[in-house]
């Protein structure tokens, strides 16, 4: 999506992977709200906190809402936190047009729950300083976060 | 309950400071895991059979006080004996102190009982509590940016918010809450009016939980100079209602409408605080779900929390006398009996606000608990031990080890706050789970060193790596649950024996109460090369060898 970013300290190593089931809104959040822990444990300012627990929020919904299930991974540097978002979906066909705030394929059921909004995707590129997607239809979609402490 | 010595002048002069609110008597406490698992902070060990409060951990919720049956847990509260070290006492009771005598006592009566125990002045919180709703719309209405707006009366929601949730302390509002409020009135306005001599004006605070003492953790210092002491409901309670026994009711203290009354129970405020979309939520982890869902930056459009950590607000707290629901039902009654519309001057409040007599005199300042380590490197490498710890622990949380739940155990250990050993599961016993990587094999051979077992066949075995043990005399049992590498511990001597040990691919045979393999038994083994062990000890005895060699 991006011009590649190095994160300086070096490539983000893996340190933990959580599970994302499909279609489960009573569990969702759960994982953000893991990872988010995760990261103040590892003490990292409040601002990478907000902008991580946001991302992952969005994109962890977006696995329970569209994508069949998937994982949320989490990578880490001293300067750099990598969150690897995979799901299992049909992909996403127009990537351009998913970016646009406001455009949105959920159904009466998910904006009846308050989701929907078509802000899911420009939320998290909102929030990183890296986003890089990669979707097919049929391929599912993956998305990497990559936030740089500053 | 117990008391420090605090000095006049302020419950954090003195001596007082460097006390902690809640703490175990090392004498009572049985070193049992009730608090430890009660304790949602996950603010208490027990270490040596005693249990012990992590100060910088713990919110003062009282959960730990609830929990602990042998009266171990206190809360540090004033003597009430201190009210004669001033000159001028004044009282200001959260209004859940009208719950607390049944339906016919009304709050103007619990007033006057006040004033009967020597106090000089007694404010009716419920009034400023409502003049607090009025104060707390105003700020919300001047400052619609802030979403949500979240009230500052619970000192330990607070505290959490400080030490869990620092992005949201720029969530509270910079409002006095009630009892601090109430100090400051009288304070830097009543005690000129009557022409007291401020050092000797003390302003005592009643309330239902200890978590107002604010101590040297507390993040928002409000309190301070303000309220010179907090006296709790279990011991004002006798006097009071001493007190209230022929009690003359020939003046009028209570100003308050039902709005007061219910304003510290959950719920009180979100319905005095008249904004669009308001949340009230009680108890410390339900609070902690809301607070999470604010940092992932939901719930965007409320505008007002309420929060307390008490279940169902300070008539939950811990040390109030009467039950809860029957406090709740009393105060829904005179939530009628008295009408929920408040008479509050919004003139006045607001003059107040302009004048400054709400504002806060400090910041909040975050209080995060630290990271693992202040270097991220280090950090992430402590989590990754951590982490691998965590997989080797049998997960059940019992709490054996002293600390709340296997994960912060692995923390602890980590960190060294812990012992490994001090797990019964890990390392010592194969556990639960599998063994830890790296550890060392243990083979037949050591066994029969260590031991002192008699070979009786199968030497050619020795060498096999041993992973276990099981224990059973009924071949089908052990080919159904015996597991591969195990050491079996059996009286039957016949030679099927060592066909199953073929089988289930076992380590080898050791016959229990001095038995002797029969001689089929013993051409079997050597031809299979399956170690057929002799043992003068029972299965008990040996099996407990074998756990102390660590299998």
């Known amino acids: 999506m991006s011009a590649g970013l190095a994160p300086e300290g070096g490539e983000p190593e893996f340190l933990r992977a959580f599970d994302i089931q499909a279609g489960d809104f009573a569990g969702a959040g759960n ?14 300012a409040p ?25 949320m991974e989490v990578f880490i540097a001293p300067r750099a936190v990598r969150l690897v978002i995979s799901d299992h979906g049909p992909g996403i066909p127009d990537l351009d047009l998913a970016m646009q705030e406001g455009w949105s394929t959920a159904t009466p059921e998910m904006r009846e729950m308050g989701f929907g909004a078509g802000m899911g995707l420009p939320n998290i590129k909102r929030n990183s300083d890296q986003l890089r997607i990669t979707t097919a239809p049929g391929q599912g979609t993956r998305l990497q976060v990559d936030i740089f402490p500053r | 309950m117990a008391h420090d010595n605090h000095q006049r ?30 304790c949602s902070a996950k603010a208490i060990r027990v270490r040596g059979g005693v249990a012990h409060i992590l100060p910088q951990a713990c919110v003062n919720c009282g959960d730990c006080f609830r929990a602990c049956p042998h009266m171990a847990v206190r809360c540090r509260t004033t003597p009430l004996e201190h009210m004669r070290r001033f000159q001028h006492p004044v009282a200001a009771a959260s209004p859940t102190l009208f719950s607390q005598f049944g339906y016919r006592t009304t709050p103007n009566q619990i007033l006057l009982a006040l004033e009967r125990l020597g106090f000089q002045q007694v404010m009716d919180m419920g009034w400023l509590c409502e003049m607090n709703s009025v104060a707390m719309e105003e700020y919300l209405l001047a400052h619609p ?7 500052p009366s619970c000192p330990a929601v607070i505290r959490l918010i400080a030490g869990r949730f620092p992005s949201l302390l720029g969530n509270v509002l910079p409002i006095l809450p009630p009892r601090v409020f109430a100090g400051k009135v009288v304070k830097e306005r009543l005690a000129q009016s009557q022409g007291w001599d401020p050092r000797e004006v003390g302003v005592f605070h009643i309330a239902p939980c200890a978590a107002k003492m604010v101590g040297p953790h507390d993040p928002v210092v409000l309190d301070q100079p303000y309220v010179d002491g907090v006296f709790s409901f279990r011991e004002i309670y006798g006097p009071l209602l001493q007190a209230l026994q022929g009690l003359e009711e020939d003046h009028t203290l209570q100003k308050c409408s039902g709005a007061g009354i219910a304003w510290a129970m959950s719920g009180g405020q979100a319905a005095a605080v008249d904004v669009e979309h308001t949340l009230d939520v009680a108890g410390f982890d339900e609070v902690v779900r809301i607070l999470e869902m604010l940092e992932a930056g939901r719930l965007r459009d409320l505008r007002f929390l309420e929060a307390h950590i008490c279940p169902d607000g300070c008539l939950g707290g811990p040390l109030v006398v009467e039950n809860h629901y029957r406090a709740k039902s009393v105060t829904l009654r005179q939530m009628r009996r008295f009408g929920a519309m408040s008479r509050v001057n919004r003139a006045k409040i607001k003059q107040f606000m302009a004048e400054g007599l709400y504002d806060w005199r400090q910041e ?15 950090a992430i490498a402590k989590m990754k031990a951590i982490q691998s710890l965590t997989a080797r622990l049998p997960g059940i949380e019992c709490g ?11 923390e602890d250990v980590i960190l060294g706050r812990a012992g490994e050993d001090l797990c019964p599961f890990t390392l010592q016993r194969g556990g639960p ?32 790596e041993v992973k276990g043990g099981y224990i059973s005399d009924l071949l089908s049992d052990v080919m159904a649950n015996a ?21 289930k691919e076992l380590a080898a045979v050791i016959l229990v109460g001095g038995r002797a393999p029969a001689e089929e038994t013993v051409a079997k083994a050597e031809q299979e090369a399956v170690p057929v062990l002799a043992a003068p000890d029972d299965a008990f005895t040996l099996a407990g060898r074998l756990h102390a060699l660590g299998l």
């Open chain 1, 31 to 44: 994982v953000s709200i893991a990872v988010k822990n995760l990261l103040k444990e590892l003490g990292f």
């Open chain 1, 47 to 71: 601002e990478v906190l907000r902008r991580a627990a946001i991302a992952a929020f969005e994109a962890e919904m977006n696995v329970v809402m569209y994508g069949g299930g998937g994982h």
């Open chain 2, 9 to 38: 002048g302020g419950q954090g002069n003195g001596n007082g400071q460097d006390l902690p609110t809640m703490w175990i008597d090392p004498q009572a406490c049985q070193g049992c895991v009730l608090c430890l698992k009660a």
């Open chain 2, 145 to 151: 940016e802030l979403r949500p707006g979240i009230s």
């Open chain 2, 364 to 378: 909040a300042r975050p209080c995060p608990l630290p990271p693992l380590d202040p270097d991220t490197s280090q």
């Open chain 2, 400 to 410: 054996v080890c002293g600390s709340p739940d296997c994960q912060t155990f692995a």
């Open chain 2, 433 to 464: 789970h599998p063994a830890p990587a790296g550890r060392q094999t243990v083979t037949v051979k050591d066994l029969v060193d260590k031991l002192g077992l008699e070979v009786a066949a199968g030497a050619g075995g020795l060498g096999r």
């Open chain 2, 483 to 503: 597991q591969t590498g195990a050491v079996w511990l059996t009286i039957q001597a016949h030679q099927n024996v060592v066909a199953v040990a073929v089988l």
